[in-house]
């Protein structure tokens, strides 16, 4: 048997192990393994200012339209309590729908006989009534029901300028309606409540955080019932 030297022996196995290794990063035993932080704040899991838009599909004159597209024509689109959402031409064919429920057709009839300059007269009683113009004027969106509406599903996103809600007959139950812009980051340097009754005939007077105002800048209208 031939004998080799130890520094010869140990040269080797430095080798082999040096040459084994390389392949991949170097490990020892008494590197500490890094273990992801609990109480870490999580990053953003998505844009804040890129909403997701999911159309809202629209029974308008005997077929359905793609709000987020078009309203093809259409003047009025109003969210009725079923959830569905119907469009019409004129104020006189939205409140002659028999879907609108009875006391707010007779409330909102009473008030369309108000001269034009009266707000009432082109706004369904006890609904949000949201315009793409001034002074209640332009393509109009109604809204009843709580929750947040992302105005883009309807083709409304950056077009609201003016916004009315009055009481009818109903239990006076005022809540109130959040506005947002959520082009910006944190959303909540970007809202503004509207606190009625009454409205907003010019969203150019109201102010807009940094400067400016509100007027075409709306992303998100959330509804609020007391």
Not at 5 to 19: D, K, N
Not at 37 to 51: G, L, M, Q, R, Y
Not at 175 to 189: F, H, K, M, Q, V
Not at 204 to 209: A, C
């Amino acid at each position: 048997m031939i004998r080799r030297p130890l520094a010869s022996i140990l040269l080797a196995a430095v080798s082999a192990g040096t040459l084994f290794l390389g392949t991949g990063p170097l490990a020892y035993a008494d590197e500490p393994t890094t273990e992801p932080s609990v109480t870490a704040t999580p990053e953003p899991t998505e844009d804040p200012t890129t909403d997701p838009v999911n159309p809202v599909i629209a029974d308008y004159d005997g077929r359905k339209i793609n709000l987020a597209e078009s309203w093809e024509g259409a003047n009025i689109c109003s969210e009725l309590p079923n959830g569905e959402v119907h469009c019409y031409t004129t104020n006189e064919e939205a409140l002659a729908d028999l879907d609108l429920p009875a006391q707010i057709r007779e409330e909102s009839l009473k008030a369309s006989a108000l001269q034009a300059s009266d707000p009432r007269s082109n706004c369904a009683a006890d609904y949000w009534c949201l315009y793409q113009d001034y002074n209640y004027k332009g393509r109009r969106l109604q809204f009843s029901s709580s929750g947040k509406k992302n105005l883009a599903d309807y083709g409304f996103r950056d077009k609201l300028s003016s916004v009315y809600y009055w009481v009818g007959q109903w239990a006076v139950n005022y809540g109130y309606a959040t506005i947002w812009d959520s082009r910006s980051w944190p959303l909540e340097d970007r809202q503004r409540n509207l606190m009625p009754p009454g409205g907003w005939p010019k969203f150019t007077g109201l102010s807009y955080p940094g400067g400016g105002n509100w007027n075409d800048k709306v992303d998100t209208f959330q509804v609020k019932r007391a």
